[in-house]
C-alpha cells in the first residue's frame, strides 16, 4: 500500500478535527455581535446555541468527508482485488500452456512421471503461496479497519467530552447570572472555559495513537509474510526443477 493512501486517513482526521477546536467557539463567540457589559447574560442561551449549531454544523461535513474517504478506501481494495485475481487467472492460463509443453517434451514414462510430479509439487506450492498472501493481506485489511474503527472511536469520545464541556461552561455562564453575578465576570470565565475546552481537545487528539503510524506497521508485517511466502515458493519450485533437469539428463 502506498504511503499517501496508508496516511490518508490519519492526515484527514487529525487537520480536520484541529480545525473544529481551533475554529468552533472562537469563530462563533466572535461572529456574534458584542453585546454591551449589562446584555451579556440575557444572550447567553443565544450564544450557546449558536455555538451547538456551528460544532453541529461542522460535525456533520466532518462525518461526510470521512463517508467519502471510507468509500475511496472500499473502492481502492475492490480494484486491488480485482486486478489480483485477473492476474492469477493469467499466470494459471500461462502455467498450463508451459505444463502442456513440457510433457510433450517427455519421450519415456521416467521423464513422464517426473514431469507430472513436478507439476503437481508447482501447483501445490503455488496453492500454499496464494493462500499464505491472502491470509496476509486479510491480516492487514482486518488491522487497518481495527486502527480506524479504534481511532475515530478515541476521537468520538474526546469531541463528545469537548462538548460537555461546553456544555458546562454555559450551564454554569447561566447559572452565574440568576445568581447576580457580575455579567463582565460571566463573559471572561465563560471564554476561559471554552478556551479550556478547546486546549484540552487539542491535547486529546494529539495524544491518540496516529493512523498513518498503526498502517505503516501493519504494511511492513504485510509485506514480511509475503516476501516469506514467495521465498518458500520458490525454494521448492527450485528443488522441483533441479530433480526434473535431472530426469531429463539422465536419459
Given amino acids: 500500500m502506498k504511503a ?3 496516511t490518508m486517513k490519519a492526515k484527514f482526521l487529525l487537520s480536520s478535527l484541529l480545525a473544529l477546536s481551533l475554529i468552533v467557539p472562537v469563530v462563533s463567540f466572535s461572529q456574534t455581535p458584542a453585546p454591551k457589559v ?12 449558536k455555538v451547538e449549531k456551528r460544532i453541529a454544523d461542522y460535525q456533520t461535513k466532518l462525518e461526510e468527508k470521512r463517508q467519502e474517504r471510507l468509500k475511496r478506501i472500499e473502492t481502492w481494495r475492490r480494484e486491488r482485488e480485482n486486478r489480483l ?22 519421450q519415456n514414462d521416467i521423464q513422464r512421471q517426473a514431469v507430472e ?18 491470509s496476509a493481506i486479510l491480516t492487514f485489511k482486518e488491522a487497518v479497519d481495527k486502527a480506524i474503527a479504534d481511532r475515530q472511536a478515541a476521537i468520538n469520545s ?28 460571566v463573559r471572561e470565565n465563560l471564554l476561559s472555559s471554552l478556551k479550556a475546552a478547546r486546549e484540552k481537545l487539542k491535547e486529546d487528539i494529539r495524544k491518540i495513537e496516529k493512523l498513518g503510524d498503526v498502517i505503516r506497521a501493519e504494511a ?19 528443488k522441483a526443477r533441479e530433480e526434473l533437469k535431472s530426469a531429463f539428463q539422465g536419459q
Fill in 85 to 106: 485475481r485477473e492476474n492469477r487467472e493469467k499466470w494459471d492460463a500461462n502455467r498450463k500452456e508451459h505444463f502442456e509443453k513440457l510433457r510433450a517434451k517427455a
Fill in 117 to 134: 510430479k513436478f507439476i503437481q509439487t508447482v501447483e501445490s506450492a503455488i496453492s500454499v503461496r496464494r493462500s499464505k498472501i491472502d
Fill in 220 to 238: 511492513e508485517k504485510k509485506r514480511a509474510e509475503i516476501r516469506s511466502a514467495i521465498d518458500e515458493f520458490k525454494a521448492v519450485v527450485e
Fill in 4 to 6: 499517501n493512501f496508508n
Fill in 158 to 185: 474526546a469531541i463528545t467530552e469537548y462538548k460537555n464541556s461546553i456544555h458546562s461552561a454555559f450551564e454554569k455562564a447561566k447559572s452565574d447570572c440568576a445568581s447576580g453575578v457580575d455579567s463582565e465576570t
Fill in 38 to 49: 449589562g446584555q451579556f447574560c440575557d444572550r447567553v442561551s443565544e450564544i450557546e446555541s
